[in-house]
């Protein structure tokens, strides 16, 4: 099982500005490098500053030349934001950039906040049609010369320009959760990358048969890989207690998920506070104790003993989700000792 890092520039209130947070995102990414981290991936999110990242096209090339060998992912564009040509355009230029690095993540889209700004309130549940419609054309356009006349988009022969380095295309990733998404994904030949949230190992292990079972309705199609994507933070076996900051501090921040996707309140400048924490009394999944188990929380034996398990499952890659709202000194130093003891440990 290979390692990653999910990672934005994270951003709560006006005392760092973007510029510094995107020197934290810079320095982050060459430590998970030096540490032998296989992606650094970015999503896409917009007009919300605690996931500031309205393409991560531009941050992933200017990581290309500040690093050397760690691949560079989209985790993910939301499809129904993009034209397939822009689409198959702007990623084959990453490839080009990073010298054949690049990993593409698309997705349906989730907010709908975020539907209402960029889609003119198209429902984000209709999000789906759309990734469906984009995936085959984006790949057909890396390849060559493709018309499209589509329920969505229609356009006369074009092609990508320029052409990926990586062929016949790069790797594409669909992030999937219901057993519908995990189908489509491998059926088009596309790796999955999946969250459990605030569940258990019961919801990671769900996921994995729902994509084992798409695996096994497509025989015809190599075996595409799994990535898990969780929220993680090691401290010190000296510390016993420096789980709580960190459960605490990954509640403020699904809390904040919860306020922006409800979509009930007008952000100020960007920023959202997070529903008040009365708002999730009788959610046990909401409580620190909970959120110490169910996010990758622990010292590094902890939590090398519980990644053993997602190994079992013959899970490809597990991707160390770093946004959780703590001060970057205390993500750099989390990293790093993951890096030190846990990483070390499955090598």
């Known amino acids: 099982m290979r390692f990653s890092l999910f990672v934005h520039m994270e951003r709560w209130d006006e005392s760092v500005s973007a510029s510094q947070q995107f020197q934290n995102l810079t320095e982050l990414t060459q430590i998970a490098e030096a540490g032998g981290f296989g992606t650094v991936w970015i999503g896409e999110h917009h007009s919300m500053e605690f996931v500031s ?51 593409i993540g698309l997705a349906r889209g989730a907010h709908q906040f975020e ?62 959760r219901d057993p519908d998404s995990h189908d489509f994904a491998v059926a088009n030949g596309c790796n999955v990358m999946v969250t459990p949230l605030m569940k258990g190992i019961e919801e990671v292990e769900n996921l994995v048969n729902r994509f084992e079972t798409a695996v096994g309705n497509h025989p015809e199609v190599p075996r595409p890989e799994l990535m898990v994507l969780r929220h993680t933070h090691v401290h010190s076996p000296e510390a016993p207690d420096d789980w709580r900051p960190a459960a605490e501090a ?55 003993e519980r990644l053993r398990r997602y190994e079992e499952l013959g899970i490809d890659e597990y991707s160390f989700w770093i946004d959780n709202s703590l001060p970057h000194e205390e993500k750099r130093k989390s990293l790093e000792l993951f890096i030190k003891d846990v990483v070390a440990a499955f090598r």
């Open 53 to 103: 990242s309205p393409n991560p096209m531009p941050q992933l090339a200017y990581l290309a030349a500040r690093t050397s060998t760690i691949r560079l992912g989209a985790g993910t564009i939301v499809a129904p934001f993009w034209n397939p040509v822009r689409a198959a355009g702007e990623t084959a230029l990453l490839d080009v950039i990073s010298g054949g690095r690049a990993e």
């Open 115 to 176: 539907f209402d700004r960029m889609m003119g309130g198209l429902p984000a549940t209709d999000g789906g049609k759309y990734l469906r419609e984009l995936v085959p054309a984006v790949r057909a356009l890396w390849q060559g010369d493709y018309a499209h006349k589509g329920e969505i988009w229609q356009f006369p022969t074009s092609t990508s320009v320029p052409k990926p380095v990586q062929r016949p295309t790069p790797p594409m990733w669909i992030a999937a």
């Open 250 to 304: 990954i509640q403020r921040y699904y809390r904040t998920f919860d306020a922006w996707f409800g979509n009930k309140q007008t952000p100020e400048n960007g920023f959202l506070e997070p529903s008040p924490e009365s708002k999730f009394e009788g959610r046990p999944e909401f409580e620190p104790e909970s959120l110490r188990t169910t996010a990758m929380i622990g010292t590094p034996d902890e939590l090398i």
